[in-house]
């Protein structure tokens, strides 16, 4: 099995040095390039193509919520940690609307860092707990642009009722239990969803139903 190709893009060079340190401790993962600003990561991403980027918001020229948004145009397939020391609700709900797949604090412990890494090169998204329940707030208080909710019309009753649970943060685990189902079956139901609403992995799912007014 391949090691999963990393993007350090951060202004601060011992932020950077920092986060390799970390990784180096996993052999399955290996950093492949170092950006200094948001354009610089978007060029290596186009030479390199990693498959995640650790991802700094704030940076010079341009910063990482740009980034990310220019990433998602283009249609790259690498996925996006954000990285902050900020867990401000505009900062969490902006990068998760330019698509970053992750949310976890610059101060969060290097076990937590390499979980996320790993969670989001398999497919699943992270949001920092100590910033999950902010997110879900400040995406309620936004108003609903009902030109969305049709993309909803093909979920099953079932569907929509496991995706209510996901907007509320629950994990699969979770879902099963309060649904009374087995963990494998509501993987099944998320994993439905987000073929369905055309998105590639939870936190976009749940960004798009606050979005809609759906959840």
Sequence with gaps: MSAIRILLADDQPLVRAGLRRIIETDSSLTVVAEAADGAEAIAQVAALRPDVILMDVRMPLMDGIEATRRLREAQRTVRVIVLTTFGLDEYVVAALRAGASAFVLKEAPPEQILAAIHDVASGR???????????????????????????????????????????????????????????GTAKTHVARILLKLGVRDRVQAVVLAYDAGIA
């Design 125 to 183: 998204a992270v949001i920092d707990p100590a910033v999950a329940q902010v997110v879900i707030d400040e995406l309620a208080l936004r108003p609903a642009r009902t030109e969305l909710s049709r993309r909803f019309d093909d979920l099953t009753p079932r569907e929509r009722e496991v995706l209510g649970l996901l907007a509320r943060g629950r994990s699969n685990a979770e879902i099963a239990s309060e649904l009374v189902i087995s963990e």
